[in-house]
């Protein structure tokens, strides 16, 4: 699908951006439209080898300059590494891709390691690089601080109940960003997402086939158009819509329907 990048986005958003979480999926999908708008990219992820694959792509394919590590965004000295490997880059776009579940399991058999390193990734890391990053951005008066969120982050749920947990986090933490940030000219916002055909599901054996799913580039273009309409953009018709229901419906009726959803999910992930 081809995309008209709104006038003056380079400008914007450039010269660099960061983006974490980028080895695949979404975060791969919103590295090659940044690159096809001429933004050098700085991209982060815990596999070397599929980050280093699509630098060298998007720097055959675009006229830009491409850095890539390796960084484990679940450990706790994360946020240094990204401070360090950033360091005389003039960034105008941070974008947290990374945060995805890693199992559906009820609350108390999710290892106590596995509920550390998705507090770390999703809270830990995002809050205290976004604090990092958000003075310099402002003392340029342009720029964005992106958050990838989800519609599981709308409601608490069983087998998925800190993935939902550290998502609100980050809802919240956008929203006060945004606040905070618009009037020296920085945007903030959280892009939530809903069902999306990524690797990462695919690894797991998550089967979306009874809902609408979405493809990743669709979601990088309809994202990126939408970085001044913060501080909550969801992406797809289909998920505002199931948005609506979650705001206006009785609570205890939506976290049973997420519980379900989830539930069923876990089913499918352990019968494999």
């Not at 675009?62 to 850095?67: L, P």
């Not at 601080?145 to 599981?152: E, R, T």
Request: some cysteine.
């Amino acid at each position: 699908m081809s995309w008209n990048a709104p006038q003056g986005f380079a400008g914007q958003y450039g010269p660099w951006a960061l983006i974490a979480g980028a080895s695949e999926g979404t975060g791969a999908a919103f590295a090659r439209r940044l690159a096809q708008q001429g933004i050098n990219l700085l991209l982060v992820a815990r596999r070397p080898d599929p980050l280093d694959a699509l630098a060298s792509e998007l720097e055959s394919e675009h006229d830009i300059e491409t850095r890539t590590a390796s960084v484990d965004l679940t450990s706790y000295d994360a946020p240094a590494k990204l401070v360090e490997l950033s360091a005389g880059l003039d960034v105008g776009m941070v974008l947290f891709n990374a945060g995805a579940t890693t199992r559906f399991d009820s609350f108390y058999d999710w290892p106590a390691g596995d509920l550390a390193a998705m507090i770390n990734m999703n809270c830990h890391t995002v809050a205290l690089a976004a604090h990092h990053f958000a003075p310099g951005l402002r003392r340029r008066g342009r720029g964005a601080i992106v958050l990838i969120g989800s519609m599981a982050g709308f409601a608490g749920s069983s087998h998925h109940g800190i993935y939902n947990a550290t998502k609100a986090f980050d809802w919240v933490l956008a929203e006060g960003l945004w606040q905070e940030l618009g009037p020296d000219g920085v945007q903030a916002l959280i892009l939530v997402l809903g069902a999306t055909d990524t690797p990462s599901h695919q690894r797991m054996g998550v089967d979306f086939s009874d809902q609408t799913v979405m493809d990743p580039d669709d979601v990088a273009i309809e994202g990126l158009s939408n970085l001044h309409s913060g501080p909550v953009y969801i992406v797809g018709e289909h998920n505002r819509a199931i948005l609506n229901y979650i705001l206006t419906s009785d609570r205890a009726a939506v976290v049973s329907a997420m519980s379900a959803a989830s539930a069923g999910l876990a089913r499918q992930i352990h019968q494999r």
